[in-house]
């Protein structure tokens, strides 16, 4: 965690250095995608297993239990509802996070919009057939994931950016919409230096998962030409892979420890400065000269307002990272509020 004390700090880490002048061991930019968060204490982990601050229930389940109507009870979807202090399990998981799906895309459906999922997935999901495909999540269901993860729907994906840019405008755009000027909270900017592990999730297929009792990690880049959003955003997601076997306390954990976790378990120390790392599936690889996994950035709230409006004079601002009428006029709207932040 690398806590930064002025914009000039943030200026620094885009060029590549530490805020007291040490040289990055890696180029950010090229080998790290990028998730900014709004919120200091929202770890890296999926809305679907997220837990609610207030209440301590997954936040999966305000669309579960407001949401199964009569219309929508079946055998498939029975029990699901959400109980204090239960005991979560992967198949429970998987009917919670299948549901919301069918509803997203049954109510897509109804207002005419393209879903891009496969004839057998959506046979899938109208049929309401949803017998636990033996590890989740399954490939056949990562392009609708993503898209509904786009939209802010709970799934069991992490939405990242090629475009630190792009994840620095979602960490900080929050301003506008906090009332008192002294008070505004800090952000978070997290770089995943990702590139050998992106080797590592190639080898999850169903013969790797049948033959390990791990996790696996997988990288997911949606195909772009399908939502305008998306390639403008440069998104990519990440899922983990779990058996019912391999699904446990640590599964709810946020995804930098979980990756540390993996790397100590295969992982071991070459000398002070490097780490020899063995993941099944791919080429042996070293972290070398004190290079890091995961870099996690906290912007203080006093500079949200002058790093938005850096981005906006920068070209990423609504009209481009959301194309379209919406995209023009909250952009309009938007920076009428950023010029009144910064006169308060």
């Not at 002025?6 to 040490?22: A, H, I, M, Q, T």
């Not at 950010?28 to 229930?57: T, W, Y």
């Not at 709970?154 to 929050?174: E, G, H, I, R």
Request: aromatic residues 14%.
């Amino acid at each position: 965690m690398i806590e930064l004390e002025s914009e000039e700090e943030l200026n620094k880490v885009k060029d590549g250095f530490y805020p007291d002048g040490r040289k990055f061991p890696i180029n950010l930019k090229k080998h790290c995608i990028f998730r900014g968060v709004s919120d200091v204490d929202h770890e890296l982990i999926p809305k679907a297993l997220r837990k609610n601050k207030e209440n301590g229930e997954y936040e999966i389940c305000d669309y579960i239990n407001s949401s199964i109507f009569d219309d929508y009870r079946s055998t498939t979807f029975q029990n699901i509802e959400c109980q204090k202090n239960e005991e979560l399990s992967l198949k429970l998981q998987y009917k919670r996070e299948f549901f919301v799906l069918f509803r997203f895309l049954d109510w897509a459906d109804k207002s005419g919009l393209k879903i891009p999922v496969s004839t057998s997935v959506r046979k899938l999901l109208h049929s309401h057939i949803n017998h636990f495909p033996g590890y989740w999540p399954k490939s056949e269901f990562y392009e609708v994931i993503s898209l509904a993860q786009h939209y802010e729907l709970p799934t069991c994906a992490l939405d990242w950016s090629y475009d630190y840019k792009v994840a620095l405008y979602f960490a900080v755009k929050n301003v506008l919409k906090e009332k008192d000027k002294d008070e505004k909270s800090n952000c978070v900017l997290w770089a995943f230096n990702y590139k050998n592990f992106e080797k590592y999730s190639t080898f999850v297929v169903e013969e790797g998962l049948k033959s390990q009792n791990k996790s696996q990690l997988r990288f997911y880049r949606p195909k772009y030409y399908n939502n305008p959003n998306l390639k403008a955003q440069k998104g990519l997601f990440t899922f983990l892979i779990n058996k019912p076997e391999t699904f446990n306390e640590h599964s709810l954990e946020s995804l930098d420890n979980m990756v540390l976790h993996m790397v100590q378990e295969s992982g071991f120390k070459k000398n002070n400065s490097e780490i020899e790392v063995r993941l099944c599936g791919i080429k042996n690889f070293t972290l070398k000269n004190n290079e890091k996994i995961f870099y996690k950035f906290i912007i203080p709230g006093e500079y949200k307002s002058k790093i938005l409006k850096k981005l906006y004079l920068d070209g990423y601002s609504e009209e481009y990272l959301f194309p379209g009428y919406k995209g023009v006029a909250d952009a309009m709207k938007n920076r009428i509020a950023l010029e009144k932040v910064d006169n308060e």
